[in-house]
């Protein structure tokens, strides 16, 4: 680490914007389809950086260059070949989610008589059997770390094989504002892979509605690097509005 | 030829309660909503909506009109969650059919081709398959078997749609970056509305953009409504943006108040023109 980025270290939400950026490395010529604000701030860096080939959109109908040149057309019927065809990497949010990976968007409470409806399934499902699906959630808490979701919108691993649609199903990790997961636990379960510095094992799981897989030493998720740092302050977000999502 | 311009009351004519409608555009996009408004003006009512839902579904669901909601999401896109949507959800007062948005597009698809079904990966391991237990299941008779969702095609009455232009037989064009959906649910319909900005003749429709543009085609459309400013609040690229400001006043004023100050005039005449007056309020 060089003297000038020891001298501003990494905030949390930065912390949060590499751990997003690493979902898509090594992913290749894949549309990356940030839900929200890190997530987005997380695929440009890794385009910016190690991933120079993804695609990125306008959140329009365009595919558009880091620059926002177009380069493509992406309307929402396109949109759902990439899906359907595999070539595309979305990290989508979760108002619950589980230990298998099922994940809900869709309402709170009983399905026939909500206690709150939210956004509906909206394309969860034909994602999450169709194109890896990463999940991003700001705020890690036992109401969206649940150990059973009221409505599965993403299928999960367990879902997954039990309707026989593996074919295609990946869930490569799930980052939140406490660390990075995934689901290399027995049968598939959810894994502590790292704790963002400053939080601790004890405060995930205080944080989480069900029992976690955790090693017995879990590393801290990776350093920006410097140019990384400055990449994320000065091109990708000057204004910092990474800090008004992640806030510590 | 067939000249089928029309008043948007004659469109809504030519609807009834208990009907199968489809509205096109998406979220709180390029929606009909002018066609929407005169709906409400009418006593048409029991209505199954099929719609990508934004302020269509909650305008039409805080009215009472709607029985049946077939949609994969219902936002009002800047504001997440439809205000209207949710009240009804969460009171009972209407009856989903959640479908997952590749699901729809191809009960869409099936409708337009007139076929039964068609097979989707998708579904299968959702609550989808859980809260509409009449989806059934098809195996692919190839060497792969595998197992699809045999998604029922999305067979409408009727179809709203709102465009850029049009001509007065039907031909209707869009301006704006995405087609969204509305040539299906043209296709999908017994009858298909179109509304537009503007009416042109059909040499003028080449000129205003590429061949490609001219997204649905007049065998496809019962009626054309000439109706400026009738997505509003919805965006129209390249006509317009969304409202966001008049879009937020409907998210947070209650009903009642918000239909009697824009909804109670008895023509999309009187609503542009209170929406009018309600902007120069605000200066």
Known sequence: MTAATAATAATRAEYCVIACAEAWRGNGEVLASPMGLIPSF???????????????????????????TPEGWLPYRRHLTMVTGGRRHVMMGASQIDRYGNQNISCIGDWERPTR??????GAPVNTLNNPVSYWVPRHSPRVFVERVD??????????????????????????????????????????????????VEQVRAATGFELVVADEVPYTREPGAEELRLIREVIDPRGLRDREVRV | MTDKTMTPEEVVGRLGSGMTLGIGGWGSRRKPMALVRALLRSGITDLTVVSYGGPDVGLLAAAGRIRRL??????????????????????????????????????????????????VRAGLGSDVMRVNPELRTVTSPYGDGEEFVAVPALRLDAALVHLNRADRLGNAQYLGPDPYFDDLFCEAADDAYVSCEQLVETAELAKSGPPQSLLVSRHSVTGVVETP???????????YDRDEAFQKLYATTPWPEFAARFLAGGSEHDYQTAIRTWHEEQK
């Open chain 1, 117 to 122: 409806q939210l956004l509906g399934v909206r």
């Open chain 2, 229 to 239: 400013n009738g997505a509003h609040f919805t965006s129209c690229a390249p006509d």
């Open chain 2, 70 to 119: 077939v949609a994969p999401f219902a936002t009002l896109d800047s504001i997440a969650l439809e205000p209207h949507f949710r009240a009804a959800r969460e009171s009972g007062a209407l009856t989903l059919t959640e479908y997952d948005e590749a699901m729809f597009m191809w009960g869409l698809h099936a409708a337009a081709n007139r076929l039964p079904f068609m097979p």
């Open chain 1, 42 to 68: 997380g695929a440009r860096l890794a385009k910016r950086t190690f991933s120079p080939d993804l695609l990125l959109t306008d959140g329009e109908a365009l595919l558009v260059g880091l620059d926002g």
């Open chain 1, 151 to 200: 409505m599965v919108s993403g299928v999960g691993y367990d879902r997954a094989e039990a309707a026989g649609v593996t074919r295609f199903h990946r869930l490569p990790r799930v980052v939140s504002d406490l660390g990075v997961f995934d689901f290399t636990g027995p049968d598939h379960t959810m894994r502590l892979v790292s704790l963002h510095p400053g939080v601790t």
